[in-house]
């Protein structure tokens, strides 16, 4: 039987889309500096135009982030690129991502080989990544509905963790799953917001350092 399934052009990707994502990654990524050639590919791999709504597709590859429902955003590509980087992880990793959205992100993150645990607070985007990834064949990637506050306290400690809704402070129960020499990358703020990273040095002390401002949709309280 044929198999009408969205996955007959994935795997042909429109040419379109491939020239595009080369297009951002050398216009929007690679020329601002961002440099490690593993999220260059990545970048170059992940289909994002099937991460965003129908109608917006043809704006996927724009240097700017776009609506994807619920109120919610998918990141500017260059901002998911140098984020990343910042990151600075090493395949085999483990890391949590809170705030999964349309999963464009967390689909970056497999793509660089970190084994990926994400939670969304908002059940109709974390069903509608979940199906997406599924469906790309990210099985590094598992996902949970709920309040990142709380962190995943099952899967902890992690490698890496990766924020990206803004809380007005840095939650202190992700610094505790942050294993030591772990780092976070966190936007924090409220109207005014600037991207942190945080390590966790050896001996469990931590450190901050301020990279640029930004503006990420705040981090909510769960219910
Ligand atoms: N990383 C996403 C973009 C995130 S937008 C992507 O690649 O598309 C921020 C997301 O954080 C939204 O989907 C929002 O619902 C979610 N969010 C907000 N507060 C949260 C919380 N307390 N816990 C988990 N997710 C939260």
């Given at each position: 039987m044929f198999d009408w399934s969205p996955s007959w052009w994935i795997s042909e990707a429109p040419d379109w889309a491939q020239a595009a994502r080369v297009r951002m990654v050398n216009e929007q990524i690679a020329a601002r500096g961002v440099r490690d050639t593993r999220v260059l590919d990545a970048m170059k791999k992940?289909?994002?135009?099937?991460?965003?709504p129908p109608a917006l597709e043809r704006r996927a590859y724009d240097d700017s982030p776009l609506p994807i429902g619920q109120g919610q955003t998918i990141s500017q590509p260059y901002i998911v690129g140098s984020m990343t980087d910042l990151l600075d992880a090493s395949p085999g990793m483990k890391v949590l991502e809170i705030g999964t959205g349309s999963g464009y992100q967390a689909a970056i993150l497999a793509e660089v080989g970190l084994r990926v645990f994400s939670i969304e607070i908002v059940p109709g985007l974390a069903a509608q990544a979940r199906a997406l990834l599924e469906r790309l064949g990210y099985r590094q990637v598992t996902l949970r509905t709920g309040d990142?506050?709380?962190?995943w306290k099952e899967e902890a400690p992690f490698d890496r963790i990766i924020v990206t809704a803004a809380p007005p402070e840095v939650p202190q129960a992700l610094v505790d799953q942050l294993k030591p020499g772990g780092k976070m990358v966190v936007p924090v703020g409220r109207e005014y917001q600037e991207l942190l990273v945080i390590d966790k040095g050896p001996d469990g002390k931590v450190k901050r350092r301020v990279e640029y401002p930004v503006m990420f949709v705040p981090m909510v309280k769960g219910r």
């Open positions: 992940v289909p994002r135009h099937l991460f965003v990142g506050y709380a962190g």
